[in-house]
Nanobody, 121 residues
Framework: QVHLEESGGGLVQPGGSLRLSCAAS????????MTWWRQAPGKEREVAAT???????HYAKAVKGRFVIARDAGHNTTYLQMNSLKPEDSAVYYC???????????????WGQGTQVTVSS
């Protein structure tokens, strides 16, 4: 099994920055994708940024140029650096891995519990 735990959320003023972290624990054999999703009240969950196992990245149009997804491969930790934050970036941010763990027969989806980001003056 793999456990994901996000941290780094909080309240920030418009134009400010936050860095989210997603720490993975468990016997991970391979990570296929690491994705930061976000869900604002009353809205569907949406992808903010994705990184594949080979390091390719993809960003939602709304965050491109402001957010950066990065990985500490040695610790299976993923980061989301969020700059120039806007009120519309306010949401619960979730970390999601598609990975194979030691006891998995195949790859699985693993989710963190989410961390709240609020952008407000």
């Amino acid at each position: 099994q793999v456990h994901l735990e996000e941290s780094g959320g909080g309240l920030v003023q418009p134009g400010g920055s936050l860095r989210l972290s997603c720490a993975a624990s468990g016997n991970i054999l391979k990570i296929y994708t690491m994705t930061w999703w976000r869900q604002a009240p009353g809205k569907e969950r949406e992808v903010a940024a994705t990184m594949t196992g080979n390091g390719s990245t993809h960003y939602a149009k709304a965050v491109k140029g402001r957010f950066v997804i990065a990985r500490d491969a040695g610790h299976n930790t993923t980061y989301l650096q969020m700059n120039s934050l806007k009120p519309e970036d306010s949401a619960v941010y979730y970390c999601h891995y598609v990975a194979t763990a030691l006891d998995d027969a195949d790859h699985k989806d693993y989710w963190g519990q989410g961390t709240q980001v609020t952008v407000s003056s």
